[in-house]
């Protein structure tokens, strides 16, 4: 089991419903329809910056190693590091315009 996150691109939705919603556009959208999507410069940019934080795959906190597409990014993360991760993740997201939802919660961590 993982604790989950999702990272995109775009306007900041209005609110924690609204991000619900595009979420389950981008699930679809990104992780089924388009999966194979170049990843966005700035989606490169903030899955290089998670890997300087963890630069070792053996010791690092994805249970799923992360596969952008596009505009998005989905975070498998090991339960034992979900806070940490949770919070470095929201804040890089914030530092980079970029929108981060916890999809368990239902709610935007930025």
């Known amino acids: 089991m993982s604790f989950d996150l999702a990272i995109w ?19 679809q959208r990104y992780d089924e329809e388009e999966a194979e999507a170049p990843p966005t410069e700035r989606i490169i940019a903030y899955v290089e ?3 300087r934080r963890w630069p070792d795959e053996e010791t690092g906190p994805w249970s799923v190693t992360p596969e952008p597409a596009g505009p998005f990014l989905y975070l498998c993360v090991a339960w034992s590091m979900a806070d940490e991760v949770a919070a470095y993740a929201a804040g890089l997201a914030r530092s980079m315009d970029l929108i981060c939802y916890d999809p368990q919660s239902e709610r935007l961590l930025t």
């Open 49 to 51: 910056a998670l890997s």
């Open 9 to 27: 691109e775009g306007e900041r939705p209005a609110d924690d419903p609204a991000a619900g919603r595009a979420f389950d556009d981008l699930v």
